[in-house]
């Protein structure tokens, strides 16, 4: 009693000492005023960590349309369209998460008026003939004598020819110039679109505008990845908060029916708490920010966790609760074996080079560590006897018994494994691999509809790709991207390239010379007789900044080079030779080809993590049958991952990530079956049938989600588990090399 | 930018021609749409201009459109209608003025189009009457504009008249006027 009492003393220490640690250093860091939370999804994203032109262009891709929104407000009303269009620019702009673009409209008149003689409405200066100067003039006079031109005095002497209207009227045409466009509102948010928080926050605002203003006779349309990243946020969250509810049920159920005490219950909650409050505390000791999404995947730590608190359990249940040193012996090799094998498949995704996997590893190998620690120290010390010792290791033993006696079917696990490894190899010749962001998730429909109603307002089209040129400086950028849209097409830009309203120097001097030439030297005289205009001074030469909307489309990448984005519609042609200096980029097919990067990166760490487990297994144990442990949870990843194939079901980066959470579940299988054999332990095959179970209820459960990456990773758990259950059994199980008899015998 | 001077004249033609009445100088609020076609002198007095710039011709009013028909110093014939305004210069094709010449967000953002239609609440909707004097000679309606945006360009607008409008006279933020007299001088 004696033990136990300073045993439990020492649990509670560590306990509490932990704890008190983590918390208190948790608790600092969310008191200060940086984000714990990164929830940008675009950080998942490779980083330009290097100098791979390619993936600065995508990046700055990423940030300069991704967080794009356009509404547009429809209604019989124009008043009431124009309120409610500005009663909704209001919350937006008032919420600091929006800037509307006409925001910028009183520096885009000043940088048209001070361009004015130097951009033209023409293609090129050649088109800017005599016929269209005369055009220009003759308009300058309509405007002044006639009604409906703001013509004041100032206009008048510095523009006597109007050109800043005849841009800005030409400009706006090119725009689109419907009805409609009074009720639109466009912008960007100053937050990352893929943000959970701009997501929330411009959802609450239009729910609140909404309710104020959409009915009959007011409708909105919306257009902007934000919407449907918002879209795709609730849906998961209600599949999560659905999928919770049942995973918890199940596993309380489970652990009622194993071990019927609520104390095992409390104990194993208390330890996956603990581990995950280290994950967390360790990840930011490490890093300055932690990806909500790693705490999504940290939810296989629940599963490994939970694992390995009912083998210390199910030791314990089956062998009348020892004393804890006991009880430590009994798990402590297969444990340790399970916890390096896993800890060297996480620690293996450090080197996958991606910040949110490097998270990952870390916050896994810290909670799985905890967990090995607490389940020894702390768990075992105050997992107390029940009252009634013995009448509670006979109902354990009964039940343990009956699964015994269903599972210890060998032919039946052997016909079952031997169908599940043909249909592995079945899968491995008929798989696909599915990485195009688009089929990850069905677009809501509802939301294209009003995509396809605000792109027809704003003339715009649906968006197919970019435009990216590319100079050491902004006057070869601006060089290229002309060169690039005479190739294309300037019908296939949708809204202004940059060089639209900054062209480069070379058609800056051909427009200035063919204004001077054919309008001002054959009328300037005429706008001075007629107007009553007193002769014109030279212009103070001037430095217009450029508006907020145009620097956007300039971005200077990390290599010091100069790149200007240019949005293009879908075109069915083949694009043509744009040179070294200008490309088109499908930003879909950047998220597209990411994952198929982060695919073969999880493949190769899955692979390397293999390699590295079958050679710690092998230094542990020194016999090559030892090398199964490794092997069954191996084959157990590949049944995970091509078994599905079969069902039209393909392999993507979450089946590969599936596959590294089952292969650290599989070897702790294998690992306990293992010692099961050499030692005659009869707790092992209830423990693991338990853990699997639980596991099947948790993260099985997500192969019935409608999003395909919770559903893969799912399915990849959901088959995986089966498979390294069966394989196991079949090869390292109690009966396999009848080396075991006296615990066939107890069970 | 600067408001469309030439619109806001057109509008509050268009509204205040209905003031005719029977006895002299009635109130200006009995004001009825008036259809039928005015001689005008418009009289643009812009900063740094040597002179006014001063355009005559006739304006006609009908419910679908306004046309304002300028003969000299040129022929400049402009129709104002709900969809927009569409100007041609010495003959030539008709052309649309877009947002950037001035024209139609003041048509369908400032109520002005309810003007043109003879509504006068409508107009108050946007602008504010800063007076109202009667006298024997007639009356003086001062308007100036409700939201900041259209106060940025326009500064006050005055309507005189008796039987009719007589003369507008719109003072421009920057210091232009404008002014149109109806009948023959």
Known sequence: MKTQASEQKRAFIIFAALILICSSFLAIRFSTPNPIFDTDIQSILPHADDQRLDQQISEALSSTFADRVAFLIDGDDPEQVKAARDDLNQRLTSSQIFLDDQADADVTGQWVFQNRREILCEASADEFTDEAAAQVWNSAVGQVFGVGTPVSGDILRADPFLLTFRLSDCLSGELGNTSQQAGLLTGRLTTPAGSFETQAAVSDILSEWQARWLNDDVTMARLGSVFHAEHGATSAKQEISIFGSISLIGVIFIFLYAFRRVRSLVLVTLLIGSSILTGLSVTLLVFSQIHLLVLVFAAMLVGIVADYAVHAMAARFSNDWPDPRTSRAFIRRPLTVSMVTTVAGFAGLWFLGVGMFAQLAVFAVSGILTAWLLVQWVLIPFDAPPSNTPKASESWRDRANTAARILNWRPALVVCAVLLVGMTIFGLFRYSVLDDVRQFQPRDAQLMAEEARVSEAMNAGQAGRYLVSVGDTLEEARQAEESAIEEIGRDKLIGFSFTRFDPSAEKRAAARQAIETRLETPYLSRAQATFGLPTLSAEAPTTPQRPGWLDQLHVELPSGKHALIAQLAIFETSPPDLGPNAQLIDITQTYSDAFAKYRHLTSLSLGIATLIAMIVVFLIYRRPRSLLIVLCPFAAVLGGIFIPCLFGIPVSFFSIAGGMVLFGIGVDYAAFFWEARSTGENWTLPSVLIGAATTEVSMGLLSLSKTFPVQSFGITIAIGVICAFCYTIVLLGISRFGENSRAKTNM | ?185
């Not at chain 2, 806001?8 to 039928?36: D, F, W």
């Not at chain 2, 201009?49 to 110093?73: A, F, K, N, Q």
């Not at chain 2, 109202?132 to 100036?144: A, K, N, P, Q, T």
């Open chain 2, 1 to 185: 930018m600067k408001p469309p001077t030439g619109l806001v004249l057109a509008s509050v033609i268009a509204a205040t021609q209905v003031a005719v009445a029977e006895t002299s100088c009635p109130s200006p609020e009995t004001m009825k749409p008036l259809a039928g076609e005015q001689t005008f002198t418009q009289t643009r007095t812009l900063s740094g201009l040597d002179r006014p710039l001063v355009s005559t011709g006739t304006v006609t009013i009908s419910d679908d459109e306004v046309i304002w028909l300028v003969t000299d110093p040129v022929d400049i014939a402009t129709r104002i209608t709900e969809s927009g305004i569409y100007q041609s210069v010495a003959g030539g094709d008709e052309t649309p003025l877009h947002a950037g010449g001035g024209g139609n967000p003041f048509l369908t953002e400032t109520g002005l189009l309810s003007i043109m239609r003879g509504d006068l609440e409508g107009a108050e909707d946007h602008y504010d009457r800063a007076s109202s004097d009667m006298s024997e000679s007639g009356w003086d309606l001062v308007f100036i504009p409700k939201s900041e945006a259209l106060s940025s360009h326009l500064k006050t607008i005055t309507l005189n008249g008796c039987t009719a409008l007589e003369l507008i006279t719109i003072h421009q933020s920057n210091g232009d006027v404008v002014s149109v007299a109806f009948g023959d001088e």
